[in-house]
Antibody, heavy 123, light 109 residues
Framework: QLVDSGGGLVKPGGSLRLSCAASGFPFSNFAMSWVRQAPGKGLEWVSGISDSGDTTHYADSVKGRFTISRDNSNSSLYLQMNSLRAEDTAVYYC??????????????????WGQGTLVSVSS | EIVLTQSPGTLSLSPGERATLACRASQTVNSNYLAWYQQRPGQAPRLLIFGASRRATGIPDKFSGSGSGTDFTLTISSLEPEDFAVYYCQQYGDSLPYTFGQGTKLEIK
């Protein structure tokens, strides 16, 4: 099970930190990601992190502004979002991968998904 | 980056009918690493199919996936009210970013 939290209303240029609490599986064994969905729109992968946290990946749209991290001792995933823009407004979902990292050839579909947390960026 | 195009954008059918949703990739999907997700209103997406044709745990056999290469299909037999939702395909065979289709909305006719 994945429980997302930390969303809210923030002004453009502001910061927010999302959290995801995991349970029911060996969190430290699996890569994780964040996927977002703008209001009325489709799904967009945002960022991913390996099981140990040593490897991180970002979509071009958030590179340099967002930072993904994890705390395996607390089975938690985080997304630090800085320099937020109106186009970052979305529901953000925490998702579990199937393997330890995002390596070409490893079948990493997303399951399960958290319930999502809404981030609104507006003045 | 692989672009996934889903068709139709909206599909209007009646309960009891069969639904066929398509997903076309801009290039071959490695090892048929393609998934389908269902998203009901106000809910998070839920995995239905992975590996193009393998049902996820707990998914009824009225959902079936097929296809290979660049063309994939999700079929839902005998639609029930809870099946009316938005469906997304996703490829995970390429390097990141994994990409999603734009979605097909299945609505009650």
């Amino acid at each position: 099970q994945l429980v997302d939290s930390g969303g809210g209303l923030v002004k453009p240029g502001g910061s927010l930190r999302l959290s995801c609490a995991a349970s029911g599986f060996p969190f430290s064994n699996f890569a994780m990601s964040w996927v977002r969905q703008a209001p009325g729109k489709g799904l967009e992968w945002v960022s991913g992190i390996s099981d140990s946290g040593d490897t991180t990946h970002y979509a071009d749209s958030v590179k340099g502004r967002f930072t993904i991290s994890r705390d395996n001792s607390n089975s938690s995933l985080y997304l630090q979002m800085n320099s937020l823009r109106a186009e970052d407004t979305a529901v953000y979902y925490c998702v579990k991968a199937q393997y330890y990292d995002y390596i070409w050839g490893l079948p990493n579909w997303f399951d399960p998904w958290g319930q999502g947390t809404l981030v609104s960026v507006s003045s | 980056e692989i672009v996934l195009t889903q068709s139709p954008g909206t599909l209007s059918l009646s309960p009891g009918e069969r639904a066929t949703l398509a997903c076309r990739a801009s290039q071959t999907v490695n090892s048929n690493y393609l998934a389908w997700y269902q998203q009901r209103p106000g809910q998070a997406p839920r995995l239905l199919i992975f590996g193009a044709s393998r049902r996820a745990t707990g998914i009824p056999d009225k959902f079936s996936g097929s296809g290979s290469g660049t063309d994939f299909t999700l079929t839902i037999s005998s639609l029930e009210p809870e099946d009316f939702a938005v469906y997304y395909c996703q490829q995970y065979g390429d390097s990141l970013p994994y990409t999603f289709g734009q979605g097909t909305k299945l609505e009650i006719k």
